[in-house]
């Protein structure tokens, strides 16, 4: 069964810059993965904040950016803001089917 | 601007069955895969089901492999998903989401409100 790996948890301080991971259980993550990454906050519905490794969705700011890091993908927030404290979920193409990371949640402090 | 929304969810015993539907507007329904995730309460996402754009393919997360069939109307531009043998742990908000395809890739947008779905007697 594939597992898609997310840290369960990230601080970043506002103004700073953190990195979130997405890696695959048993192989490297690639672009055939089509990785893409989404926005949660509570009580809402998931946002799309990254597509094609690192296109941002309409509307999505520029501090928010993708990338491949070694074996995985990976969504990079640079100057973090209060508001962007919420759940960040990527998402892999593997075997026919897709699978979601458990995702991480993020804080601001 | 693209819509989607969701409806048919609710209570439901363990055994029993329930049909969710999602109205999709702003876009030409026809062209797009369509694709149901789910969310447990206080848990992540979990892909359910994608349909291609004529409804012949369909694929599914094991877990729902022969309980839950994913068909659309294109002429009504409406997804659904048919749910049967409800178990408790198919409690989860469930979302329709449209899966764009551009210069070979996928992802998931936009996503609806989500409608929950409660299995317990």
């Known amino acids: 069964q594939t597992v898609v790996t997310q840290e369960p948890s990230v601080s970043v301080s506002p103004g700073g810059t953190v990195t979130l991971t997405c890696g695959l259980s048993?192989?490297?993550?690639?672009?055939?993965?089509?990785p893409s990454w989404y926005q949660q906050g509570p009580g809402q519905s998931p946002r799309t904040l990254i597509y094609?490794?690192?296109s941002r969705s309409s509307g999505v700011p520029d501090r928010f950016s993708g990338s491949m890091l070694g074996n995985k993908a990976a969504l990079t927030i640079t100057g973090a803001q209060a508001d962007d404290e919420s759940d960040y979920y990527c998402v892999l193409y593997t075997s026919r089917s897709w699978v979601f990371g458990g995702g991480t949640k993020l804080t601001v402090l | 601007e693209v819509q989607l929304v969701e409806s048919g969810g609710g209570l439901v015993q363990p055994g029993g069955s329930l049909r969710l539907s999602c109205a999709a507007s702003?876009?030409?329904?026809?062209?797009?895969?369509m694709s149901w995730v789910r969310q447990a309460p206080g848990k992540g996402l979990e892909w359910v089901a994608n349909i291609d754009p004529t409804g012949n393919g369909k694929y599914y997360v094991d877990s729902v492999k022969g309980r839950f069939t994913v068909s659309r109307d294109n002429a009504k531009s409406s997804l659904y998903l048919q749910m049967n043998s409800l178990r408790a742990e198919d409690t989860a908000v469930y979302y329709c989401v449209r899966i764009p395809y551009v210069s070979g890739w996928y992802w998931f947008d936009p996503w609806g409100q989500g409608t929950l779905v409660t299995v317990s007697s």
């Open positions: 702003g876009f030409t329904f026809s062209t797009y895969w």
């Open positions: 094609n490794t690192n």
């Open positions: 048993s192989a490297s993550v690639s672009t055939g993965n089509y």
